[in-house]
């Protein structure tokens, strides 16, 4: 299993290799689990295309058919790692999913980037499709994240401002209970969205995305 992880295309070892992702896989029992764990597998795949594409074969036939394959795994493991990390925001509000994928985001644009000249012509109209769509979950992403934490912070005023008239009216418990809601939501930082309207509208935005993705990989792999 550990020499697995290393394992190409074509080795003997691939194939105990996607399995245990599917494995894992299945023991994640959250929309935020799947989702990191797919982005997971898809950052595995562009490593495979990056050791196939720098190999001394990397133009012989069979190795380009093993960078379409690659490459077509790898988006549709961004497809199904972003709509699952959209639904825990959806369902949740927790940023932490759209963080996730804008990092994630980030360091795939840089990579495939310098993957680019490395690859034969044929290949390159579908990396160039792949950055497009990463381009595009990254505004977006970004976007949900900078409106997470204004809701946040207007959340965290609206508190204090109700504690400081609690302590006005001189009512113990309301104090305590809004401090503690301040405290709370401080803690979680940026925290669920204000509204469930801005959340549902926020996810949609990003859903489109995602849709967009899932019709590069229908017509790249």
């Known amino acids: 299993a550990a020499a697995s992880t290393r394992a190409l295309p074509g080795d003997a070892l691939y194939g105990l290799k996607r399995g245990l992702e599917q494995a894992q896989l299945a023991l994640a029992f959250s929309d935020l689990g799947r989702g990191r764990e797919l982005l997971e597998q898809a950052d595995a795949r562009l490593g495979e295309a990056e050791r196939l594409a720098a190999s001394g074969t990397a133009r012989s036939p069979a190795t380009q058919a093993q960078l379409a394959q690659v490459l077509g795994d790898w988006q549709a493991a961004v497809t199904a790692g972003a709509q699952e990390l959209t639904s825990a925001y959806r369902e949740t509000g927790d940023p932490e999913a759209l963080r996730v994928l804008s990092r994630f985001v980030e ?8 993957l680019l000249p490395l690859l034969d ?6 990396v160039r499709a792949a950055l497009d769509v990463l381009s595009a979950l990254a505004v977006r992403s970004t976007a949900l994240l900078a409106a997470a934490a204004s809701d946040g912070r207007r959340q965290v005023l609206a508190a204090a401002g109700g504690a400081a008239a609690g302590r006005a009216s001189g009512d113990g418990w309301a104090v305590s209970r809004l401090e503690e809601r301040t405290a709370s939501t401080a803690g ?3 925290g669920p969205a204000g509204s469930s309207g801005s959340l549902e ?3 949609g935005a990003l859903t489109d995305a995602v849709d967009s993705v899932t019709g590069s990989s229908g017509s790249g792999s």
């Open 107 to 114: 360091d795939q644009q840089v990579r495939l980037r310098d």
């Open 121 to 126: 012509p044929s290949l390159r109209q579908q």
């Open 201 to 203: 509208s926020g996810a």
């Open 188 to 190: 979680a930082g940026d």
